[in-house]
């Protein structure tokens, strides 16, 4: 097998969801990790992928990455800086949703176990722990493809998968 190797490209999601984001072509980063049997390990990848990445933009392309700061994004270099210092959080899809529902912000989609996670959902765990990228672990079986991982786990059934989605900064 080789190692380090990703792709980044275009992406048709092909699974039932409420978002707009799912009925277009987008593009994403996968990480293709050979010989592992532990998510956790495929975590560790993607956030050293973002972190490396990061960190190469902000040294190597000053000049292009104070335009964005200025024009694109303001404000968010000193968030960035944070996040390459933090640990990436990883969370239950279970924890998620309690976190959503003793939230004060009303939502325009359900925050009940079962309900896929929307955008806004997305916005306010990363807001709630701290502008860090999070990790959505063991999603509902009913929600994540034929392929994912059945945790075996009885009543709640899910499967040990992650919502990388959640990884977005959602810098707006």
Known sequence: GFKKVFTFGPTFRAENSQ??????????????????????????????LF????????????????????YVSPGQQGRL???LKSNFIVMSYTEAIEILKKAETSFQHK?????????????????????VPVFV?????SLKPFYARD?????????????????RLHID
């Open 111 to 131: 925050t009940e176990w079962g309900c896929d996670l929307q955008t806004e959902h997305e916005k306010y765990l990363v807001r709630h722990c701290g502008d």
């Open 51 to 70: 972190k490396d990445a990061t960190t190469a933009l902000l040294s190597k392309c000053p000049e292009d990455m104070n335009l964005f700061f200025k």
């Open 81 to 83: 800086e944070r996040i």
């Open 137 to 141: 672990i063991n999603y509902p079986y």
């Open 19 to 48: 978002s707009r984001r799912h009925l277009a072509e987008f593009y994403m980063v996968e990480a293709e990790v050979s010989f592992t049997e532990r998510l956790e390990d495929i975590m560790q990848v993607m956030e050293n």
């Open 151 to 167: 945790n075996e786990d009885g009543p709640q059934h899910t499967v040990r998968r992650c919502h990388h989605s959640l990884i």
